[in-house]
DNA sequence: GTGGTCTAGACCACT
DNA sequence: GTGGTCTAGACCACA
């Protein structure tokens, strides 16, 4: 799977980083049970430093979306916490949403894009 | 209407001031050409700091929110660059969607959430 | 309260200003609601660097023990999470005992140090 | 006796493997005299390197709770330097403890779970 | 002035 | 060779 830093983003590089992943995996390019690359071998690839591929990981570890295997290094592994995951959801998309609606997209546009989103994952 | 900072959060201040501002658009707490209060007195209502809810404003203002007009202050002013805020919602929703789906989230749930939340607005 | 690193132990830096912290807290030398000083000004005070006394504070956020703030930083905050508490405790306490007990103490005088320690505490 | 390796805990393995064995020998499963498995096949039951069983073993021997026979391999073998033992007691107890304050453990939940474990053992 | 982020380099513990 | 720890210095966002 292809990661990629964008330099000119706002978004700091692990955020970045975390979100990729995090979409890798919805997009089944990663799959539980996969290992991630090392963090060294990441951060020389997507050409940042070590320390901020491991924030990353630890983010990611946080979130529940992979645990630190000692032999193996960073593991996908998804904590199942549905429920927070929906309370989560539903802030983000609150916010999300509202930005949307105020320059006028509406509801039928939103459920097609999710829907087409869903498509590519899955 | 109601605006409140969460000040253990992880979101700066003015991030939360300015979602909650826009929340409050969608759900038409604030109208087009609705006068927000002014910074000092925001300031002062939800215990922070002037200059941060300057900084909320002129965020809201580059992301065509309101306008500043000298005399009446902050102004809600919607600058409807559809295809932008389009663009701008695609990228959110993926990133939000990938961690929901990650955690077992159907899509039929998005959907409902979608609506749900719809119904609030408008 | 006197914060000291002992720069010869095995223990990390980051875990000896934990535990101080923590005995601290214990102690009611820090009381729930008081401001622990700045990462920087701590760093200075007992001659480590900023990001170490940075990760000793994140620890001690995500074990619960305190809350970060934004206006006034690391403030003591404990969740009360009683349950968890025991558990670690227990699991903390079987290590520690079995050490003791292969080495001849005897159950009675470890309940004298524990309530020793107590009168300490409290 | 069962030893186990929680591969993701965030203790090293060896430390994980020196604690079951020491909570072995408190609990009476190995008893004065008795010898531990080889290295190479401990190594193998639970899953993990010679190397860090080794490790294990080592620190076994120089906190005094075996020692390396050539012939016979690790024998159970107690150094019953009391003293010591109270000391590094002692030490442990307050930090575990403080930390159990905090939680809002009371003593006399202490004192129950130690004579639990005590009973336990022996 | 504060913490957050990023980089960088070094050493060590662990596997 | 891997991650963990520690140090250090720089810049920025935030309050």
Known sequence: MFIEIDFNSEEAFYIQLRNQIIIGIATNQFREGDTLPSVRQLAENVGINMHTVNKAYSVLKQEGFIRLDRRKGAVIALDADKLHAME?????????????????VAEEEVHQMVSEIFREMC
């Open 88 to 104: 989560e959801l539903e802030e983000n998309l609150r916010v999300v949403l509202a930005r949307a609606v105020c320059k006028g």
